[in-house]
């Protein structure tokens, strides 16, 4: 018996972008479901906390680089400023993973990141130009 073919945009997309000025990468994973999530995570050796299921979007740090998975994708509201907020988690994740430490005098490194991180993303996402 023959596995049916799903449909083009229920396929799980998967991208490596780099973060040169940090010498890191994310791993963006969309669409995923729940199952998919699961699947995905075993697959890359990610154990997926109990409490990320079914959320919109969930960001996690690996030995290769922050995975940010997304339950889907669209330019509305909701979903760039659930972009805006994973950012942030990346930001820190990869500021961490370089030894600097969220302290007062740091915010521009963070702000200037988030920032690089949002343009990364929706460049990869809708393919707009930076």
Partial sequence: MSKKAEPKSDRV????????????????????????????????????????????????????????????????????SLLAHEAVHIASDILRHKGVKEEEGTEEAMAYLVGLIIRTLLKALTGLKQ
């Fill in 13 to 80: 997309k998967t991208k490596f972008l780099p973060i040169d000025i940090y010498n890191d990468k994310i791993t963006l994973v969309w669409p995923l479901t729940p199952a998919k999530a699961k699947a995905w995570c075993k697959k890359w050796k990610i154990e997926l906390d109990p409490m990320d299921e079914g959320d919109d979007a969930v960001t996690y740090r690996t030995e290769n680089g922050s995975v940010l998975m997304l339950s889907s994708w669209d330019t509305d509201i909701h979903h760039l």
